[in-house]
Nanobody
Framework: QVQLVESGGGLVRAGDSMRLACAAS????????MAWFRQAPGKERDFVAA???????YYGDSVKGRFTISKDNAKKTVLLQMNGLKPEDTAIYYC???????????????????WGQGTQVTVSS
């Protein structure tokens, strides 16, 4: 069983930066694919970014060039650095994990087995 706990959400202005963190239990951050998804009110959950257990990174089109996913193995934490935030980035952000040691990374939320509780990110204009 993998437990994920997100932190770092809040209210910022357009153009600001914010960093989200996802603390993963056990060795999940090393052997699992980790991802961030987001869900805005009235909309479906969208893929934001993924980090495979081998180190590959993947991004949704709307965040490419602005968001960066990384991990801190010592802290068993996956980070999402968000720069140039826009009002349309406003959503609940969820950390997710799948694994261990899978051959291919997925950008589909149904492929992920474990989820955090979510953290609210609000970007004002």
């Amino acid at each position: 069983q993998v437990q994920l706990v997100e932190s770092g959400g809040g209210l910022v202005r357009a153009g600001d930066s914010m960093r989200l963190a996802c603390a993963a239990s056990g060795s999940a951050s090393r052997s699992y694919d980790m991802a961030w998804f987001r869900q805005a009110p009235g909309k479906e959950r969208d893929f934001v970014a993924a980090l495979s257990w081998t180190g590959g990174t993947y991004y949704g089109d709307s965040v490419k060039g602005r968001f960066t996913i990384s991990k801190d193995n010592a802290k068993k934490t996956v980070l999402l650095q968000m720069n140039g935030l826009k009002p349309e980035d406003t959503a609940i952000y969820y950390c997710a994990a799948r694994g261990p040691y899978l051959a291919a990374t997925s950008v589909v939320d149904d492929a992920y087995n474990y989820w955090g509780q979510g953290t609210q990110v609000t970007v004002s204009s």
